[in-house]
């Protein structure tokens, strides 16, 4: 009886990862566009496309997610938490809608040193 609620169980997990890992690379490459419609590569980079001086090459791996909502919605107060130096001051994109914030939030996690 525990065997079949345990391959039950793992059988649902089978089916519910691939899913998953579907919805978020889709909402990755959303995020990806909104970066590219944003414009967001004239102050950032990423791999060898966009402005060297702020590079996000591994921002997915420094940065938890809320930390980098935190970074687009209001840099001026995280570049006071974390006394960044970079002039000018990022700015301030409050009024992304939600879900291209979200999206864009997911494609920067996925920037991570390999």
Do not use: F
């Amino acid at each position: 009886m525990v065997r079949r609620v345990l391959l039950a169980a793992l059988g649902m997990i089978l089916v519910a990862v691939p899913s998953a890992l579907a919805q978020n690379k889709a909402q990755a490459d959303r995020g990806a566009k909104v970066y590219a419609d944003s414009k967001c590569s004239v102050c950032h980079s990423i791999g060898d496309q966009g402005n060297k001086k702020g590079p996000l090459d591994d921002v997915g791996s420094r940065l938890k997610a809320d930390e980098i909502r935190q970074w687009i919605v209001t840099p001026k107060e995280m570049t006071e938490k974390t006394k960044a130096e970079r002039k000018p001051v990022m700015k301030a994109y409050p009024n992304l809608p939600r879900e291209d914030l979200d999206a864009l939030v997911a494609y920067l996690q996925t920037l991570k040193k390999k």
